[in-house]
């Protein structure tokens, strides 16, 4: 019997390390997809179709809005934004982990439609390491950290409503955490009803039999 | 600062193996304490006082249990056992992860008093197999071994009372299961409220006081 995946969302303030650290668990360990966003957007050089995104057309975006095809999706510069629901799911069912890096809104969003997703918020050490790790980009305007300062101090308000923090610190100290997370999170109860029910049979099955010794 | 312990509650079916997993996961990682209970009962040959179990007298105990100074306690052919409190609280102050070993009506008793403890359900792989551990102990009667497995169709109904359940096939992967659901536990942001305490007045600082480049 196949372990059933777990949709894991991933938020955090921007130069937290996100993506690195998913990288990373992607790489360490073999129960990960990342997922793959659909998109409106133009292919850049070097974007794949299906690796970074599956781009495709505006009537093709709105077909599957329509459809209820995202897990969740957003408009941002004119172009839309999504996670499909049917990669998602093929993933899930074959076993994999998913992971899927969104802000806070979003995550809520997946949340009241996926109840068993799990919910972790990545943070920096600390908020002086934040801004040298924004600063350290070389691409960043002084304005530009600023805006992100101040989305993550409204971003800390939602803190609260994810179920696991993390602090990036050490990388693969943090990989391991995350890792341990979602590890505990297969031994919830709810995702192993069916384990339960057998047990429970067994148990009937023997009580009422008597055992044979 | 040193992180805070966890009041760690295990129980399962008798024949799960609980005991010799806890005794592995202390073993096998620093962090972790097990709990000793005080207990009216004279000392065995060879049991050490404050090692096995904390022998005290009637009156004592019952003071105890007057000044509310146990996490749970019971009343067993006629011999009082209990979890002392302040062994508890001195183990958790001092960053130890308490490991209490117990049935579930006292399991739940124990989260009515401390919210914050983790209830963790060992299983057998399956019953069968449960079955064929309490017969090579041999030290049980068919009467015994069919108690204790009826004994376990009750519990059984308990198991969603627990927030994560483990399976004991391999021990050694189910102490790293165990270990993970601990070191999971830990990053729940009610065990980390000044940490984002913290995150938040550092934003508002550098936020209020512009950063500098």
Redesign the interface.
Known sequence: MVRKGILIVVSGFSGAGKGTLMKKLVQTYDNYALSISMTTRPPREGEVDGREYFFVSRERFEEAIDRDGFVEHACYLDNYYGTPVEYVERELASGKDVVLEIEIQGAMKVKERFPSALLL?V?PP???EL?RRL?GRGTES?DN??KR??R??EE??G??Q??????NDDLEQCVR?L???V???H????R?RS??Q???E???S??IH??Q?
């Open positions: 918020f943070m600390n908020i002086p801004e600063i002084k950290i600023e300062l101040k993550a101090r800390a308000e803190i609260e994810y179920e696991y923090i993390v602090v955490q890792h341990s997370i590890e505990a999170a031994a919830a109860p709810f192993n384990l339960i057998k047990m429970r067994e148990l009937d023997c009580y008597r055992i010794i």
